[in-house]
């Protein structure tokens, strides 16, 4: 999934679907898990994605093309 950072308005946007991924990705670690599945966050997502991309920034910070 894409998202995008936007430094003037300090917004980060996330696809319309983005939530309902969020839900499958969940539904699925219960079926996997069990109930006792530790869900996914889609807040705690964009932060680790985020923090992943700062530790790192000459491998993950990239220009478009």
């Known amino acids: 999934m894409k998202i995008t950072l936007d430094l003037d308005n300090n917004e980060i946007i996330v696809p319309k679907h983005f939530y309902d991924e969020i839900a499958k990705i969940n539904a699925q670690l219960i079926k996997v898990v069990g109930e006792g599945a530790q869900r996914i966050d889609g807040k705690d997502l964009i932060r680790k994605s985020f923090e ?4 790192n920034p000459d491998t993950y910070i990239k220009s478009r093309q």
Do not use: K, R
């Open 52 to 55: 992943t991309a700062m530790a």
